[in-house]
């Protein structure tokens, strides 16, 4: 129960953190937030490794080298916003994949290190990474300066912009925005209880006989199949119906899950799990893609932002609650049960988005057709008026 705190709350912060990300990336840039987030990453984990109680792993694991990796994160997806349009599904795809990879070689590299040089070197090892991500985070350049970039450039000082600007909630006054929002976290309270509680399912279940490392590999190698198939699919989908696609996966996660404690042999396990993964390549390539289409490019930091902080709350929550469930009862299969309920429900929620989002703008046509309409009417009467008060000052003059 411990232990999975410490994983837990080290998800939950990565994601807690990203509003304050996409505030800091609005206002300093994403190459600033990306180099300092690795240099936080760096200095977490490294002082992980000097550790030797589980306790100051909260801090130091599970908060310093989280919030670390969540500012070099965020800045990640954001910036490809400055280079692509049409393929930005794509594009997405392709960059997530590379999570993936480190998933699929990583736990076969860490059972290595481990055995050969004890836990505490294997995280010094691994701070060589977050090293090439604090080199990389210098390679970010963005194409489009906004306005207080250019204003502060000319003034030659930076001017810390008003309040409204900083937190801007107006992305919640877009009701498609703010469902799929809610909806979202809603949908993960049972979402990562099997990426935590799996491996430890199957030492309960098949003892040691058996590689429970090929599980990760299967999740990482169709998840990174899935976001390169799915970001492709997501490009010639049409405005906000790409979310069917999030539907689509949380219905089949959410299926995965239960069926779980359901595989008394480990090849079921096996194909669970590489179902399980592709569909989670979909959800996670496409959320960039669509909050570009619910919100627009001005607003899509924030929006991913806000997203990611509500995400932390369940990812932080729902994990810890399966292992209490696990101590108390013994086993991971009532865990697993109630874990793909809320994947189904959140998935149903969500449903009701691209139509929610296809009335939003026949209104907004709607208004700016009355506009428009209001505005001609006007300089018709406007026109009509001169026309008359000139007819009237040539019948006068003609008269004398």
Excluded at 12 to 34: E, H, N, Q, W, Y
Excluded at 51 to 60: A, D, N, R
Excluded at 87 to 105: E, H, P
Excluded at 254 to 263: H, V
Aim: glycine share 10%.
């Amino acid at each position: 129960y411990s232990a999975a705190w410490v994983s837990s709350l080290s998800m939950g912060m990565v994601f807690f953190c990203s509003p304050i990300v996409s505030i800091f990336t609005d206002l300093f840039g994403c190459r600033k937030v990306a180099v300092i987030g690795a240099a936080v990453g760096f200095v977490g984990l490294l002082s992980s490794s000097f550790v030797s109680t589980i306790e100051p792993l909260y801090f130091t694991y599970g908060i310093l080298f989280a919030c670390g990796c969540s500012f070099a994160y965020q800045p990640s997806l954001v910036i490809l916003g400055h280079y692509f349009k049409k393929r930005l599904g794509l594009v997405n795809g392709i960059v997530t994949a590379g999570s993936s990879l480190f998933t699929v070689s990583l736990p076969f590299l860490l059972r290595v290190l481990i055995d050969s040089v004890d836990l505490f070197n294997t995280l010094r090892v691994l701070c060589i990474l977050m090293f090439i991500l604090f080199l990389a985070g210098f390679t970010y350049k963005p194409l489009v300066s906004n306005a207080k970039d250019k204003e502060g450039a000319k003034k030659g000082k930076f001017r810390f912009p008003s309040e409204k600007k900083v937190f801007n909630f107006s992305v919640f006054k877009v009701m498609s925005y703010r469902i799929w929002a809610f909806g979202i976290p809603a949908a993960l309270f049972g979402y990562f209880v099997p990426y935590v509680h799996l491996m430890k399912h199957v030492e309960d279940r098949f003892g040691d006989n058996v590689r429970k490392e090929v599980l990760l590999l299967c999740l990482g190698i169709t998840s990174g199949i899935g976001r390169l198939i799915f970001g492709r699919v997501a490009d010639y989908i049409p405005g906000a119906k790409k979310v069917y696609l999030q539907v689509t996966s949380f219905f089949f996660i959410g299926l995965m899950s239960m069926m779980i404690p359901l595989c008394h042999i480990f090849g079921g396990l096996i194909a669970v799990c590489l179902f399980m993964g592709l569909f989670d390549g979909c959800f996670i390539c496409i959320m960039a893609p669509i909050a570009f289409e619910l919100v627009g490019a001005q607003d899509i930091s924030q929006a991913i932002g806000f997203l990611l902080g509500l995400m932390s709350i369940p990812m932080t929550v729902g994990p810890p609650i399966a292992g209490l469930l696990h101590d108390r009862l013994g086993t991971y299969d009532v865990a697993f049960y109630l874990a793909g309920v809320p994947p189904l429900i959140g998935g149903a929620v969500l449903c009701i988005i691209p139509w929610v989002h296809e009335r939003q703008k026949l209104k907004e046509r709607a208004k700016t057709v009355d506009g428009e309409t209001t505005e001609k009417m006007l300089e018709n009467e406007s026109t009509l008026v001169s026309d008359a008060a000139e007819k009237t000052v040539k019948e006068m003059e003609s008269g004398f």
